[in-house]
């Protein structure tokens, strides 16, 4: 009995085998051995595939997808997040330098479609914290300067031929310094009915700071706050509407 059990087992290998090299991966790279989870003939779930270069992790419908180390065959390697066959997410990217003259090249942080964005998956953070703040807009001008363009902006009053224009402006009364430091501030609050900018120059990143504002409503002043992290070096705008 054991031993036709044996004969039945080695007998069964060969299938196996067979559906495992059945078991489609839609990477070019990594055709060859697949040994894992398969649906319809397709690589699913957790697996190794093996061709030029070699993955081991999750897949979906044939491409890697989830989490999962790929090996090139130059020895650099990426492990992180997936998504159809692209870094996506968080993950690290291990470039060997095959020339010896420079180190490796080790890219870690976030990834969109394949491609790096960045240390962090959003570069800055905005903490609205008083509510006549209408909208507070973010962007990164370049990645070589220290300097932030604050331009904040009264939808309601400034303007001619409005029933608020005789309002004043915001005008920014205070910054209070979480994390980082500027060492000049620079103010221009003529240009502009209905805006005040401001620049802030030598910022040490990443700083973390909470703006205040001074605006009129009705017959008395108020203040209104926003905090804004910016997590990257480089040149930013920053555009602050508030509701007076």
């Known amino acids: 009995m054991k031993k036709q059990f044996l004969l039945l087992l080695i007998s069964c290998i060969p299938v196996l085998n067979m559906l495992a090299q059945n078991c489609a991966v839609n990477i070019d790279s990594l055709k060859g051995k697949y040994d894992g989870n398969c649906n319809k003939g397709i690589a699913n779930g957790k697996g190794t ?45 291990h470039k060997m330098n095959l020339d010896n003259t420079d180190s490796d090249i080790v890219l870690n942080g976030f990834w969109k479609k394949g491609k790096y964005i960045g240390k962090y998956e959003k570069p800055y953070l905005v903490h609205t914290l008083t509510n006549n703040i209408t909208d507070v807009s973010v962007r990164k001008l370049n990645s070589h300067g220290s300097e932030v363009t604050l331009n904040v902006k009264s939808i309601t009053g400034g303007g001619s031929n409005n029933e608020y224009e005789h309002l004043p402006k915001p005008t920014l009364v205070g910054i209070q310094q ?9 103010a221009d609050e ?55």
């Not at 979480?178 to 620079?186: D, L, P, S, T």
């Not at 003529?190 to 009129?216: D, G, H, Q």
Request: glycine share 12%.
């Open 49 to 93: 595939a093996t061709g030029v270069d070699s993955y081991t992790g999750d897949f979906k419908n044939g491409y890697p997808d989830g989490q999962g180390k790929y090996v090139w065959r130059n020895g650099s390697t990426y492990v992180g997040s997936w998504k159809n066959g692209f870094f996506e997410g968080e993950g690290t990217l």
């Open 178 to 186: 979480i994390e980082g430091r500027f060492e000049q501030q620079v």
């Open 190 to 244: 003529s240009s502009s009915l209905m805006s005040n900018r401001y620049i802030l120059r030598n910022i040490t990143y990443p700083f973390y700071a909470i703006f205040s504002f001074e605006t009129k409503n009705d017959t008395k002043f108020d203040v209104e706050r926003v905090g804004v992290e910016l997590l990257e070096d480089g040149n930013w705008y920053m555009q602050i509407n508030i509701d007076n």
